[in-house]
């Protein structure tokens, strides 16, 4: 991967090179309308071919920008193209994007605005990207604890992510809702059950979920399966963490529904009615540098408080201890 | 910029090339203590130096591991060190980082976690790189808008971002909270003067602030300024985004103080008690996919309700959306 600045040269330079280099070339950013947005002239630059307006990209282009008003000019740029460049639609957005094939190498040009960049990726380019290379698909299990650390979780899973067995590539990653472990094949999705299974018996009580679980639903749930059918949310000094991920929470039934939640800055204290409130409030960091979160649960539902050690410093801290108090709610009330 | 597998070879050749290119190298991440942080080891094998482990690293780092129990053997790793290198303290992570000074050619390396890695980089870093290469200071000052789209902002300030002035780098960026214009210069900082004052008079309205400031404190001034003392939040559809900027706004006098805010996801309907309570809420998008937000202030000071056009989609539109709304309270009360 490589980052380069808004230099028409070294962008046509680094696209040479990648061509070189590899069979796939992705880039992204770089296609929004102003004078330092060079992606485009820099491909061109690099296959030596020419950019000229594409009228159809024009006219949806302008379309678009009728409910704006007037479309500034310098927007055209975004409907240029060069002869190799089939557009690929931005559903999202005023950048389309570019699919390039020539002499054996293919090269997706991508906008930058991350939303844009990932619904473009997974519904234009990867399944373009299999078709042309004739892929398999990609197996992905991962299996998500809370609790352990990184280096705690590499070690009590012994060799696993040395040796995850035929075909199966293993990562370790910490992450604000803790420490992942992903495996992943291009094989029969079979040969990760022997890896994932391993996984689970080690890091055991740790484990609160695997795949596309989220922990804001498994809490929801876990007070759902106690007798729960509303939380609330309270807390003081996290700048509301909480219920940033209760509200994106899944909320699949039969877990709870998550009805609301209060960020007490000294002053706005009436606590929100539900069948089981999680409060959660930060302690100050000590003279070590470490940080505490009290929570409980109070209700019809209730969990005595706890204080937990937090882990990792900075804006990070605030979700960290958010996730942290869901954890143990999981823990609290999991069957 | 590169971003590297967790290669051994890879990361080597890498260095070994970068110091070809470069006279400062700068290196983030892989300096954990799993299997797969390799960069020490990639970048002794590229100088052909050998790591050892350094005692009073070993020391500090046993310390830190004595208030968690058990230090795992793995993280030992982080105590090693190669001759040329010179240890960079971490006051807030297990991972120190390396300061090298070899052939002419400075390689930092840092760890990957973003609190860690900023912290080390403007404390430790940026003064050595400084004082090693005599560099002069550089300035920054930053113009910030909402309201007005990156390219019509581009376009209102005519040549400016092309042609910002002798010794004046420019550059304009589309953020959550609005487009910036950027402008720098490792020259007098009086160079600065005339561009930020061209950008100004062409942004006119549009511009909330510049360099250090924060749209939530630009906002809590605004109510302060009218008579507010105290100022809460209550927001629905937004997942907390507005609370969140209002939580950590820099808050100075004589800013209102944010006393707290509630999130109604359908159920925690009490509304906060404060002299202002700026209240947001989403409206659905329509068919072609635009959002607007609702806001309106209540209390002693007021502002009637209105509704914003919201760009941006995904998660982002969430705090694009509380952004717009602090922008409208900021336009009503401004002096």
Redesign the interface.
């Known amino acids: ?4 600045p808004d230099d028409r040269p070294v962008i046509a330079a680094a696209f040479g090179e990648a061509r070189g280099l590899a069979e796939v070339v992705i880039a992204t950013g770089g296609l ?5 947005d060079l992606t485009r002239e820099g491909l061109a630059d690099a296959l030596g071919e020419v950019l000229t307006p594409d009228p159809s990209l024009e006219s949806e282009l302008r379309e678009r920008f009728v ?1 704006y008003g007037r479309m ?4 055209l740029r975004q409907a240029m193209l060069i002869p190799s460049a089939e557009a690929l639609a931005n ?3 005023s950048a389309p994007g570019w699919w390039v094939d020539r002499d054996g190498v293919v090269i997706v040009l991508l906008p930058g ?4 960049m ?2 473009m990726w997974s519904e234009q380019a990867v399944p373009r990207v299999e078709a042309r290379f004739s892929l398999r698909p990609l197996h992905v299990r991962t299996v998500k604890t809370f609790g352990i ?4 979780a ?2 009590a899973v012994g060799d696993l ?2 040796e995850p067995g035929d075909a199966v590539l293993a ?2 990653y ?1 992450r604000d809702d803790g420490v992942h472990l992903r495996f992943s094949t291009r094989g029969d999705p079979s040969l990760l059950d022997a890896p994932v299974a391993r996984a689970l018996l080690a890091l055991d009580e740790h484990v609160w979920g695997g795949d596309d679980d989220d922990l804001g639903t498994v809490a929801l749930s876990a007070l759902g399966a106690a007798g729960a059918r ?1 939380v ?1 949310s309270w807390e003081a000094d996290t ?3 909480l ?2 991920i ?3 929470a899944a909320s699949d039934a039969p877990a709870a ?14 606590t ?3 069948d089981a409130v999680i409060q959660a409030s930060l302690v100050p960091m000590d003279a ?3 940080s505490r979160v009290r929570v409980s649960v109070s209700g019809i539902v209730t969990m005595p408080r706890s204080e937990l050690r937090i882990h ?6 605030l979700r960290r201890a958010a996730f942290a108090a869901l954890d143990q709610v999981r823990r609290a009330f999991r069957s």
């Open positions: 991967m490589r980052q380069l929004g309308p102003t004078h330092d409910a500034p000019e310098s927007n559903p999202i957005g605005v991350p939303s844009e990932h619904l650390g990184e280096s705690a590499a070690e992510l040395e990562g370790i910490a509303t609330a700048a509301g963490a219920l940033a209760l509200a994106a529904r998550f009805v609301g939640g209060v960020l007490d800055a000294g002053g706005a204290t009436a929100p009615a539900a070590h540098g470490r990792g410093s900075g804006p990070q801290r």
